[in-house]
């Protein structure tokens, strides 16, 4: 196995950007673009700023013409018979709708990761169609036809019909069936978003834990011959679940639920375990949440334990970017569920991320098993415990 080169694009600023490009929303005042560690010809520098964005050059600034966000009732404008909902301040405060969009931004981010794309707001981030376009290739592994970088609101509502109309044929759902519209996309309609991305969500990655039976109140507002009429309404995000669709728990779900004081204890003893293996290599890990975060201690532990050669090639020796850490921890991955050593499901996402809970998880499979035929007495260790 060789790894294939990996193209990414290198977006930086406020709302998308590499993790150690530490910008952020910034006040009233001119923002700064700042460089990029690494750029291909194609790439460009996004900062999204009091709902703007500032692309470099500076030049290109006025070309950007982006809708204002539509998230409150009052002073709405409607044609006749036209029909808007709207989120109250007090729907966007259910705790929720706010977890629920915390899941789907991690979820994006996660899949995004090698290609440097950060999402921090998924209505101020989804509505040009960047996001969506990288989502569902990503996703889908189907390249669309549409430029990378939309400059102008006329492009990004067009490229955005094209990913849409993409996704629609997909999830099988048309336009005026689908819970969203190139246009409510556009104009940052969170509901609209939100629908979008859980249907994405549930087609392509089924096995995703998002939180159930999310539903909130709406305002929908119609201008009919007497005027405006309101009326209060409730949607529904997500469906009721059941026991069957919610994922097994493991026994590193009830440690860190019922004795997050013992968490350290685990730790400890798997770090002792994992330093006396690696000492024949002069290696030792004194962080366990971190230093297997790039995959090459980790494969190099699966080496030594399952006697397995690994060529330089096959991984990155010395990784540099995120998406080459992926590509190490995804191997390690595979190597562990051909010998059946994943008791549970683990997204290398997760262990790039320096998720602690997944890292235990992938280094118990290979604690217990080994520690298992040096054990004396010959019982099997059921848990951490």
């Known amino acids: 196995m060789h790894p294939s080169p990996v193209h990414s694009l290198t977006v930086c600023g406020a709302s998308l950007c590499p993790p150690d490009s530490g910008a952020g929303p910034r006040e009233d005042r001119p923002a700064v673009p700042q460089p990029c560690a690494r750029r291909s010809s194609w790439s460009a520098d996004i900062t999204h700023r009091a709902g703007k964005a500032v692309m470099e050059p500076e030049s290109l600034y006025n070309l950007l013409q982006l809708p204002g966000r539509v998230d409150q009732a009052a002073g709405v404008t409607l044609s006749q018979g036209e029909k808007k909902k709207f989120l109250p301040p007090t729907s966007r405060k259910d ?16 899949k995004l990761l090698p290609e440097h794309i950060v999402v ?12 969506l376009h990288h989502l569902f290739q990503k ?10 970088i939309a400059l102008t609101a006329a492009s990004q509502r067009r490229k955005l019909a094209v990913v849409l109309e993409a996704a629609g044929q997909s999830l099988q759902v048309e336009e005026p069936q689908a819970q969203w519209s ?11 978003t939100l629908h979008l991305l859980v249907a994405l969500a549930k087609c392509f990655q089924p ?13 929908i507002m119609e201008s009919t011959k007497s005027g405006l009429k309101s009326e209060m309404s409730v949607e529904q995000l997500t469906e009721c679940g059941t026991d069957k669709d919610q994922p097994s728990k493991d026994v590193f779900d009830e440690l860190f639920k019922l004795a997050p004081e013992k968490v350290n204890a685990v730790k400890e003893a798997i770090v002792n375990f994992v330093n006396q293996k690696l000492d024949r290599l002069g290696l030792s890990v004194q962080n366990l949440d971190t230093q297997f975060a790039d995959g090459v201690i980790l494969l ?15 991984f990155y020796l010395t990784p540099k970017s995120p998406a ?13 569920k051909d010998e059946d050593l994943l008791n549970h499901p683990v997204s290398p996402e997760d262990i790039v991320n320096k998720d602690t809970k997944s890292t235990l998880r992938v280094l118990y499979g290979l604690f217990r098993k080994h520690k298992l035929k040096e054990s004396t007495d010959g019982e099997p260790l059921e848990s951490p415990n």
Do not use: C, Y
């Open 95 to 110: 705790p929720k709708l706010e977890e629920l969009q915390k899941v789907l931004t991690e979820w994006i981010n996660a």
């Open 300 to 314: 190099l532990l699966i080496g030594q334990l399952e006697g397995f050669f690994l060529h330089l090639k096959e």
């Open 139 to 148: 996703l889908t592994g189907v390249k669309l036809d549409v430029e990378e």
């Open 324 to 336: 080459e850490m992926l590509h190490n921890v995804t191997l390690a991955l595979e190597l562990l």
């Open 182 to 192: 190139v246009e409510s996309i556009f104009n940052k309609d969170l509901l609209a």
């Open 207 to 219: 096995d995703l834990s998002l939180p159930t039976n999310v539903k909130v109140e709406v305002i």
């Open 120 to 131: 921090r707001s998924l209505e101020e981030d989804i509505f040009d169609g960047l996001i």
